[in-house]
């Protein structure tokens, strides 16, 4: 989505995955036309084995077209750099928090001791003497370490103020454009209730940690099937862990076969058709008439379920009930 947009100016057919025009192929006039979605026209199949099956047949789409070839990768981004920057910061920290656990614990442990043997009585001590000793030189190797490792902190965290710093006075950096958002639009093909509608303004660069982040927020516990297109954020590792952390199938639509993915397909033609006569200057305004549609879209009457006329919250409180 655009981050300014004038009312009823048309909203352009743009892939959120690629950002590039989507267009169709046109098939030959002898072709006859097979993809893998034909497995949910046979009426013998429920609709849990046709997913398995689809997504057996469609696993070839999780491999990188790039893989094993021997194109040498371009130079990243600037912004990806960044980004692959912070995550390794991140990373630092995590680790941070870990080592001071320990050292917590460690220190725990060691007052622990020597109040064990300070409560001894003269004779028990010279017993024990030799075994709090070495507890006590292990404790000072402890203490050293963890002085080196504070001194290390400080180094590292002052290259990293010095870092950002530069970055920030540096009159030759280029400037990124946010001209472009993104939106993640998650719904169920059950109930056909809108589950989140985040927005990021990395726009086309969003990236797969800002994806998951939202996802992990969004996606309900009861997930079996997730279906996306081919993005790659849908084809990172990261996005595999987290399919596998939440123990669901993810189901990759084949190119130019928007109807394996037709439900969310038509969610975006209903949301593009309600903003269109809607005006924003920033992306709190966007993220305001968001807020508006989604209660709008699930509370209001829809054709397209196995109850007509039911909206999307009602037919998911029924299924409850069940």
Known sequence: MPEKHIAQETLPAVSGSSGRLVVARLPGPDTVASWPGQIFDEAALDYETAMEQYAENTRDRLVHRHAGSNCQPAEPARWRQESARRAAWYQVRQQ????????????TQWRVVRQAYQALTRSQRRLQKDNFERSKQLWQAQRQQRRQSLLQRQEENAAWHQRNQSLKTDPTAPTESRAWLAVLVVTDNCTRQCLGLPVFRSGSK?????LIAALEQILPTELQFLISDQGTHFRSNAFAQLAQEKEFVHIPIYRHRPQTNGIAERFVLTLKNWLRDKSWDTILEFEAWLAQFQPFYNTRPHQGMAIPGLSPDEFANRIWLM
């Open 206 to 210: 969003l990236t797969s940690v800002e």
């Open 96 to 107: 941070r928090l870990q080592q001071d656990q320990a050292w917590r614990t460690a220190k």
